[in-house]
């Protein structure tokens, strides 16, 4: 570390950060600070990289203090993407439990160890409530696959097929999409069945539990909470107005290569992004609001909305159920915010460009955030009272060996399960 890199990291780990106009204030005087302190003058060539090196030190240094929101945002508008110091390749996962990676070549298992395997030619794929199988979809295709590779069974539809979940904690159940055809086949392959139609292209979600529980989103906007093995409705919310409809009837099954980038921007235009049980309720993931349900008739018990000119990209809950992982873009600024079961929100980590969904560690204990536009992943404590931040550089190449020129960055699907 030179000279000039110790003196803006001592200096910007005495900030105390306020309120954002008094932030912006110091982290600018800290700069200049470091100048006047005797550190040479980069010339006009560099100039712009060592200003570069200083704002990215600060972001770190704040990447998880609640005062430290307001300078985050400041600082992630004015430099490029990306962790410093990140390791160029993922040697090790920073908790217990294996990572389900959908890329170009196919989905991926991540083991603990860092080690990778290819589950084979598919387009997306989805873990069991143990972890010892995973489902996967390509085509008409639906199958479900052992970590190492070896397929257990198969289903052929004459639809395009995905979206698999796999229910729990049985793991009797797996509910899909075909077109816009909601089916449940069980756990061992058999009994494929259809149980709903005009369904939007938003991943089903299981309430953990014996019932066998299921929500999902129709192509009006409903959320529809009902017995997959009655067919009895639970609960239904009122549709959309006609004029903040979906209006995506029919759409076709994407290819290997583009599922999940088709299948996101798909459900960008829907009303409603996720649905996922946590703490008894149903959290409902829209762009513009997270909206918890609760009860036989679906009544919201909370509702978040962004802060004016935001939207919401993603949304996760933590094993333990009690806090939300919210991902929210304003601008060219994403942040993590972390909601607690306080209703307060923290911002976890900010920068320029755009995130994907977080993911949990099984133990709850760790987060990861995808990186998009930095092509890094990022693991972080969120309960940590330090800024303790591992980041894993070229995560595209990485998964996509042989062939960097057709490197595109993966979808991490899932992080199970302690054992």
Known sequence: MSDRERLLRESLDRVRVGDEAAAEERAWRIVAAAGAAGVARPRRRGRRRAVQLALALGLIALVVSPAGASVRGWVADRIEPGAPHARPFLASLPGDGSLLVDSVQGPWVVHPDGSKRLLGDYAESSWSPHGLYAVVSSGHELAAVEPGGKVRWTVTRPGQ???????????????????????????????????????????????????HELAYVTEGGAVVAMDADTGRKVFATPAMPSGARPGHRSVPGPSRAVAADHLSATARRSVVLSLQWMGGGLLVTGPDRLQMLLGAKGRPLWTWTPPPGSRIVAASAAPDGGRVAVVVRAGR???????????????????????????????????????????????????????????????????????????????????????
Not at 175 to 203: C, M, T
């Open 333 to 419: 600024t994403s942040r993590v915010l972390l909601r607690s079961p306080a209703g307060a929100n923290r911002v976890l980590f900010a920068g320029p460009g755009s995130f994907a969904a977080p993911r949990w560690s099984p133990d709850g204990r760790w987060l990861l955030i995808p990186w998009r536009s930095a092509d890094q992943w990022l693991f972080l404590q969120p309960g940590s009272g330090t800024a303790k931040l591992h980041a894993v550089a070229r995560v595209a190449q990485q998964f996509s060996p042989g062939d960097p020129s057709a490197a595109r960055f993966p979808s991490v699907t899932g992080w199970c399960c302690t054992r």
């Open 161 to 211: 097929v995905g979206l698999a979940r796999w229910n729990g904690p049985d793991g009797f159940r797996i509910a899909y999409l075909e077109g816009d055809d909601l089916r449940v086949v069980a756990g061992d392959g058999s009994g494929d069945r259809r149980i709903a139609a005009g369904v939007a292209r938003v991943a089903p979600a299981w309430r953990a539990g014996p019932d």
